[in-house]
Structures are given as structure tokens and as C-alpha cells.
Antibody, heavy 119, light 110 residues
Framework: QVQLQESGPGLVKPSQTLSLTCVVS??????????WSWIRQLPGKGLEWIGS???????HYNPSLKSRVSMSVDTSKNRFSLRVSSVTAADTATYYC???????????WGHGTLVTVPS | NFILTQPHSVSGSPGETVTISCTRS????????VHWYQQRPGNAPTTVIY?????PSGVPVRFSGSVGSSSNSAFLSISGLETGDEADYYC?????????FGGGTKLTVL
């Protein structure tokens, strides 16, 4: 059973860059069939896809966030990362990492990590 | 890109059947797979239906999915409602620009 675990600071100051990492265990990140994704959920709100990356480095980003988002992958450590620049209080959310399979279905998720940007 | 529209809330009594719709704003609902997730408070979402109508192992047969081309909508039906089904449900699909979630539907079991 694939497992994902997010890590990173729980508090980020406005205008700074949010950085999170997701470690994948019990499964290899270098599969042609999968993308690795970040999804966030604002407090009390719905799910928002942020972006997806394949082990090769191919990325797809949400057009609404694309100018501030970058993702990277480290196959040697079986992990991938998210950076969101110029954060504001509107970026306060629980951030999830997830596996995006060949059906474009998020079949495995991390537990989520709350990131707060004070106003 | 496109939008997936879901009702904000639905409700039903134990034993009843409820259906949640997910309407695609542009492009055909049938052109790409639709997936459904259940999210209980404080937990990450889990898949209850993938690829329009497939159930992951461990998901009860009470959960079923379908797609209606005439309404350009996908549907999640839950029969034999149980109190444990009370949760938020999200549909999700994709196109060449990325992945899209519906706004979510809160299911209340009365």
C-alpha cells in the first residue's frame, strides 16, 4: 500500500515562499503510469488541485496558481516538493500530496498538513 | 478549462437512496473519466468511485456511479443510507489543462 507523508513549516509569513515536501513509501515514484500531485483545501472549503509532476519532471499546474507555483521531484529520495511564492492569508489551507494514477484519479493521499499565513 | 457543479447539500434517511449530481460546464462529461471522493471531517479524501462507475476494493456495492450525456452530468448514488455515509463528496475530472474538482456536496443522514 503506497503511503505519502507531507512535511514543512506550519507557519509562513506573508510575501514569503511556502515549501512542502512529500515522501512516498511502499511504492516507487519513478513510474510512467503515475503523476504526483498537490491539492489544497482552504478552511471550511472544497478541494483545489494545485499541480502534478511526473518523475521525469513533466509538470502540469492549475492555471490560476501557475505564476506562483513550482514543483520538483527527487527520485533518489522518492519524494517530490511544492513551492508557492508570494503567499498571502488566502493561501492558508491544508495541503495534501497524492498519487495521480493512470485514470487521473487520486488514489493515495497523505494525511495533509495545515499551513497558516497570518494576515 | 471547465467547472464541475455539485449541489451544496443533500440529505436522506437511513435506508433511503440519495443521488449527487456533478455537471460539467463545457466539453462532454463523457470525454474524460469522472471520479468521486468521500471526505469525513478531519480526514483526507478517499475514492468511492473511479473511472465513472468503478468501485475500489473495500467500497460497498451501495455506492454506484454513472454518466448521463444528455445532462452532461455524472452521478453518485448511495443506496441503503447509513449514518456512517454522512460526509462531504467531491467529483473530479480533467482535461488537457489539468485536474478539476467539483465544489463538494455535504450529505446529511437524517
Amino acid at each position: 500500500q503506497v503511503q505519502l507523508q507531507e512535511s514543512g513549516p506550519g507557519l509562513v509569513k506573508p510575501s514569503q515562499t511556502l515549501s512542502l515536501t512529500c515522501v512516498v513509501s511502499a511504492g516507487s515514484i519513478d513510474s510512467d503510469n503515475n503523476y504526483w500531485s498537490w491539492i489544497r483545501q482552504l478552511p471550511g472549503k472544497g478541494l483545489e488541485w494545485i499541480g502534478s509532476i511526473q518523475y521525469s519532471g513533466t509538470t502540469h499546474y492549475n492555471p490560476s496558481l501557475k505564476s506562483r507555483v513550482s514543483m520538483s521531484v527527487d527520485t533518489s529520495k522518492n519524494r517530490f516538493s511544492l513551492r508557492v511564492s508570494s503567499v498571502t492569508a488566502a493561501d492558508t489551507a491544508t495541503y495534501y500530496c497524492a498519487r495521480d494514477n493512470s485514470f487521473v484519479n487520486f488514489d493515495f493521499w497523505g494525511h495533509g498538513t495545515l499551513v497558516t499565513v497570518p494576515s | 478549462n471547465f467547472i464541475l457543479t455539485q449541489p451544496h447539500s443533500v440529505s436522506g434517511s437511513p435506508g433511503e437512496t440519495v443521488t449527487i449530481s456533478c455537471t460539467r460546464s463545457s466539453g462532454s462529461i463523457a470525454s474524460t473519466y469522472v471520479h468521486w471522493y468521500q471526505q469525513r471531517p478531519g480526514n483526507a479524501p478517499t475514492t468511492v468511485i473511479y473511472a465513472d462507475d468503478q468501485r475500489p476494493s473495500g467500497v460497498p456495492v451501495r455506492f454506484s456511479g454513472s454518466v448521463g450525456s444528455s445532462s452532461n452530468s455524472a452521478f453518485l448514488s448511495i443506496s441503503g443510507l447509513e449514518t456512517g455515509d454522512e460526509a462531504d463528496y467531491y467529483c473530479q475530472s480533467y482535461d488537457t489543462t489539468g485536474r478539476v474538482f467539483g465544489g463538494g456536496t455535504k450529505l446529511t443522514v437524517l
